[in-house]
């Protein structure tokens, strides 16, 4: 029998869980693209992006997903033969490597593995060879969404200057913006990219780059910017559409207005951040318990070092498939798929699956979603420590005081 029937669950990291209230306020008549409420709007949007950010410079809008905005960074940062430094903490640090390859760059990778976070002592011994120069930027996911791994992003600007080397820092927070504490003025970020569709709760389909007075400054000229991606005409937008190249993404737009005030407003983002602490919290505390007792376990040993929005783990065997397409059939949750963790055809292959927790997901999702999981771990025969709920439980009464 199969016990899904009734409100589905994707818990996979993005698209996540949207608000009805960003969905219903999508549902309307298309607005007068040239003038009012729309023009307003957008201008509100873009100061609230930068609050979203911690960030007092600029913020670009693309009609994109994110990686959609690794080419956007990439076309505005780099020219032609130009060197990137990438920081690689799992699959979507290579994947931006690889971005920046096919469009002309010289691209040095720094590969960290699918456990550890990138080492600063290494970044600044790096910089230190570079006695040329020649590396433009430094490129660096804050939360690698396949591994689970997060970056400390203010020790790497640290480690830049420690270096005393002029490298401009990028940083992809597509898994992390709207989930995790991210402090880009703080931080000495030169250069961030998001997505809607993430811990900001909107469909997929929009990309935003924010960029320092020191990245607009440094990068002028770019050669590998066209003017789609070029990032100047949409920050100094001279008219509206130019702050689109084009057609605005109207209804994208009246959904983030929502969802931004949500945030900002409504719930505030410090406690946005610890609301997403505390759900790790509990599927942390559950796998330590699940673990006991079985060959499973999270992928990052170090709390400090695991994002808020998803976590990775394994379950041998290829218990991690097997749980993951028993929780959709009976019980109406999709778990994430393991990503980059093992070759695909590999005996490991179907060990490896993610749980997210990003977005509009509340401690009762979370717990539903742990216990479907202890559900599926019994159903299959699967061993594993008892107690896992019981400890997420704890986790989250610990967190709602
Ligand atoms: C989801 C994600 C991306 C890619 O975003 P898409 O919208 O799927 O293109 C890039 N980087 C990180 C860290 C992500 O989590």
């Known amino acids: 029998m199969s016990l899904a029937h009734g409100r589905p669950y994707l818990a996979i990291p993005g698209p996540s869980a949207m608000p009805d209230r960003v969905l219903r306020a999508m549902h309307r008549a298309a607005p007068n693209i040239y003038e009012g409420e729309i023009v307003e709007m957008t201008g509100q949007i873009l ?48 994947g931006w490597a690889e971005h920046a390859r096919a469009m002309g760059v010289e691209v040095e990778v720094m590969d960290f593995g699918l456990k550890a976070p990138a080492d600063p002592g290494r970044l600044e011994a790096a910089l230190r060879a570079d006695t040329g120069r020649k590396i433009k930027a430094v490129l660096v996911t804050h939360v690698d969404t396949a591994t689970s791994i997060r970056n400390d992003i203010a020790a790497m600007r640290a480690a830049i200057d420690a270096a005393g080397h002029p490298a401009l820092l990028a940083v992809d927070c597509v898994a992390s913006i709207g989930c995790d504490e991210f402090r880009f003025d703080d931080w ?30 440094a990068c002028r000229g770019s050669d590998l910017a066209t003017p789609y991606w070029n990032w100047n005409p949409r920050i ?21 207005r929502e969802s931004l005030s949500m945030i900002l407003d409504e719930e505030g983002l410090e406690n946005v951040w610890a609301r997403h602490r505390a759900l790790a919290g509990a599927v942390w505390a559950a796998f330590d318990a699940w673990g006991q007792g079985g060959d499973l376990g999270l992928n990052v040993a170090d709390p400090a070092f695991r994002g808020s929005s998803v976590t990775a783990a394994r379950i041998g065997g290829g218990g991690a498939e097997r749980l993951r397409a028993w929780a959709e059939e009976k019980a109406g949750v ?23 927790h990003m977005g509009h997901v509340n401690a009762h999702m979370t717990l539903g979603t742990l216990a479907v999981m ?4 019994k159903a299959l025969g699967i061993p594993h420590g008892e107690g896992g709920l019981g400890a997420a439980a704890a986790a989250i009464a610990r967190a709602a005081v």
């Not at 690689?88 to 290579?94: L, M, V, Y």
């Open 47 to 94: 100061a609230d992006l930068r609050r979203v950010a911690l960030s007092s410079g600029h913020v670009a809008i693309y009609i994109s997903n994110g990686h959609g905005t690794w080419e956007a960074a990439i076309a505005n940062l780099f020219s032609r033969g130009d060197t990137a430094l990438v920081l690689a903490t799992g699959r979507f640090g290579i």
């Open 334 to 356: 999709t778990l994430g798929i393991g990503l980059g963790m093992a070759e695909p055809g590999s005996a490991a292959a179907g060990d490896f699956l993610r749980v997210a």
């Open 374 to 377: 202890e559900a599926g771990l």
């Open 236 to 256: 100094f937008a001279e008219a509206y559409y130019l702050h689109f190249a084009g057609t605005a993404p109207t209804h994208h737009l009246f959904g983030l």
């Open 188 to 217: 000495g970020v030169d250069v961030m990219v998001g997505a809607s569709q993430k811990g900001l709760m909107v469909p997929p389909g929009l990309g935003f780059v924010w960029v320092s007075d020191k990245a607009v400054a």
